[in-house]
């Protein structure tokens, strides 16, 4: 058993639900944010602690347990020196919706007196992607009210009429 898991209080490992699951994987808010500085290029452990100002056994415990869950990759460090560098797989590249997510609602809802810390942006069109929820066909964003769930293998329901 690692380190890290001996630190949880509950597994989530067994539970079929995928949010569940996945939050076993990153559900620690030090590993979400490590994700995020990933994302935004930082590559190795001292930019990861100057960044997040963490402790250095929490760190190393949290980029240990994202190298094992294959969020990130050890690799030798692109300037030849002797350090180590971390890198987003493509499973920690998926995570990036989520990690707008969280800050879009931040943005919205926790915001800090100064305003947002971050814009996000499309790098190839320069398009603003403050906006990440389900469109419909029309362009129109979905409320969550009529964002339906079944469970996985069910057909879905055909719609009421009108």
């Known amino acids: ?10 597994s989530f490992s067994d539970m079929q639900c995928s949010i569940a699951r996945t939050l076993d994987l990153v559900g ?19 930019h990861f602690q100057r960044s997040l100002g963490i402790a250095k056994n929490t760190l190393t415990s949290r980029l240990n347990q994202l ?27 998926d995570l990036a919706p ?3 997510a969280l800050s879009q609602w931040g943005d919205k809802w926790a915001a800090h007196p100064d ?9 190839q069109t320069g398009e603003d992607l403050s906006a990440i929820w389900p469109r419909r066909a029309d362009g129109e964003a979905m409320d ?14 055909q719609p009421a009429d009108s």
């Open 144 to 157: 969550l009210r009529d964002v339906g769930y079944k469970p996985a293998g069910t057909p879905t329901p």
């Open 1 to 10: 058993m690692s380190i890290c898991e001996t630190m949880k209080t509950k």
């Open 98 to 100: 989520i990690i707008l």
């Open 115 to 123: 305003g947002p810390s971050f814009e996000y942006f499309d790098r």
């Open 67 to 93: 190298v094992e869950s294959e969020i990130l990759e050890r690799a030798a460090a692109a300037d030849g020196s002797a350090y180590e560098e971390y890198r987003l797989t493509p499973k920690g590249r």
């Open 28 to 46: 620690s808010w030090w590993s979400l944010l490590i994700i995020r500085d990933a994302m935004m290029g930082a590559r190795r452990f001292k």
